[in-house]
């Protein structure tokens, strides 16, 4: 089990802040380019889930899964999206992005007067606290193959 990386986008498809931990295979592309591939991919999924579901949804789409990875999503009231890309073994991190949004994120970022918000988050104390509790995550194993 482990986590592969972390992108937060703001409501623009900025990306606002990006980490990995378990990532073995690199995309081959400039990070700027990636960050607007994967943010293009999540607004198509969301608009298709949306249209398709033959349910009013109210979470709407939460994630999806391949052969070899699982892409989760939480989308805040504001526009704030937050990916977390996982092993096969993670069936629902949609708890662990929360968490992220509401008690690393909001204490960190929206209640330091020191960083501009819709910026690039440049917080230290944000990224060690956020590393911290992604290592101390059940599922986060460092030697994941």
């Not at 380019?33 to 994967?38: T, W």
């Not at 909001?106 to 690039?120: A, D, F, M, Q, R």
Request: charged share 20%; aromatic share 16%; glycine share 4%.
């Amino acid at each position: 089990m482990t986590i592969h990386n972390l992108y937060i986008f703001d409501r623009n498809g900025n990306c606002l802040y990006y980490n990995e931990w378990n990532r073995k295979k690199q995309a081959g592309i400039s990070k700027d380019e990636e960050f607007k591939l994967m943010y293009g991919m999540l607004f198509s999924i969301r608009s298709f889930v949306s249209k398709m579901s033959p349910l009013d949804m109210k979470d709407g789409f939460l994630s999806f899964q391949t052969s070899k990875y699982r892409l989760h999503y939480y989308e805040t009231p504001s526009g704030l999206k937050f990916v977390v890309n996982t092993d096969l073994s993670v069936t629902n991190a949609r708890d662990t992005l929360q968490h992220i949004y509401s008690n690393l994120y909001v204490e960190y970022i929206v209640k330091n007067p020191v960083c501009v918000l819709g910026h690039s988050l440049d917080s230290e104390l944000f990224s060690s606290r956020l590393d911290a509790f992604i290592r101390a995550l059940p599922y986060y194993s460092p030697r994941a193959a």
